[in-house]
């Protein structure tokens, strides 16, 4: 089980993005996201699926924590966190 702590995680609709997208990724099992300690946590078939997640959540707007998180990111965060409220 992998653990990654990210930036700009801020409520069950974040959540939701983030779980769906990680989850279609091929190699990626069992995402869990815990929003009040802002981290994911998932399994992985093959280390190669880790840059995969990784990317995905930069994306997203969720970079992993202490990567830079600009502006951008923080707007993308925003328009995932409205795409995944509401898909649920």
Request: charged share 20%; net charge negative.
């Amino acid at each position: 089980m992998e653990t990654i702590y990210i930036q700009n995680l801020k409520c069950g609709g974040c959540a939701t993005t983030i779980t769906k997208n990680l989850s279609e990724i091929s190699g990626v099992s069992h995402v869990n996201v815990n929003v009040e300690e802002s981290w994911v946590t998932f399994t992985l078939e093959n280390a190669a699926a880790l840059e995969m997640v990784k990317n995905t959540l930069k994306k997203l707007g969720y970079p992993e924590d202490g990567e830079a998180n600009s502006l951008g990111s923080k707007a993308k965060s925003f328009v995932s966190c409205a795409i995944g409220k509401i898909s649920n």
